[in-house]
């Protein structure tokens, strides 16, 4: 015990607590809980992008990460959850890549092009995009609520296609909504043809052919 002022239940010193108490950013204890949960998280994304929903047991996260199955389970209640996890930090990739293309000041269907560019590139080296992925496609074996896939990805590019009609940059005869449906098939199936051929080596090169198509109809 410590001989300091009143000391708080779990034995820290009350000035210690005031001086975290004060503090704008996390404490060492819960920046170390961050790092031990993002490690988790990775973990998992590894095994399942690997082995798949079903052949990852949360005792192979725990012996990835060098943790007992208790302490993966203080961070994810279960193996459905790290699933969850791991889809839920795929999406939340897009709105800060598109962020930072807005950011450019590109035209919209160039914003468009990039995003889905830049998307191709974390198809092929972002293992929770892997993971997220792959996971996506075993939803029926995960009893879990999945993010639903494709919905976002569908409504952002059918905006950025009707700002580019309203901007003269697509033929008028085309229905953005429809092209933004069309693109997202053919970026999804571009990728999952890319990961079973090549595990998505010649994705940037695939997605290209199927992006200048795509685009070169729509354009005005
Ligand atoms: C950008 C096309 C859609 C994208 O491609 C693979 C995949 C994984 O489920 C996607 C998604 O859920 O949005």
Known sequence: MTNSPAATPDSTPLFAVKQFA???????????????????????AELFAANGFRHTSVK??????EMTKGAVYFHYPSKEALAVA??????????????????????????AAAMLDQAALAFRDDIVVQAGARLQLERPHIEAELPPPYVDWTLLLTDLLADAQRDGQIKECVDPAAAARAL???????????????????IVNRWQEVRDLLFDAIRA
Do not use: C, N
């Open 60 to 65: 192979d996260v725990a012996e990835r990460v």
């Open 86 to 111: 791991v889809v839920e930090h795929l999406y939340a990739k897009w709105p800060t890549l598109l962020a930072d293309i807005r950011a450019r000041g590109l035209t919209a269907l160039d914003t």
């Open 22 to 44: 004060g503090r704008r950013g996390p404490t060492p204890q819960q920046d170390r809980a961050a790092r031990t949960k993002s490690q988790v998280l990775t973990a998992a």
């Open 184 to 202: 997202v098939a053919g970026f999804f199936g571009m990728q999952h043809i890319s990961d079973v051929l090549e595990h998505r080596a010649d």
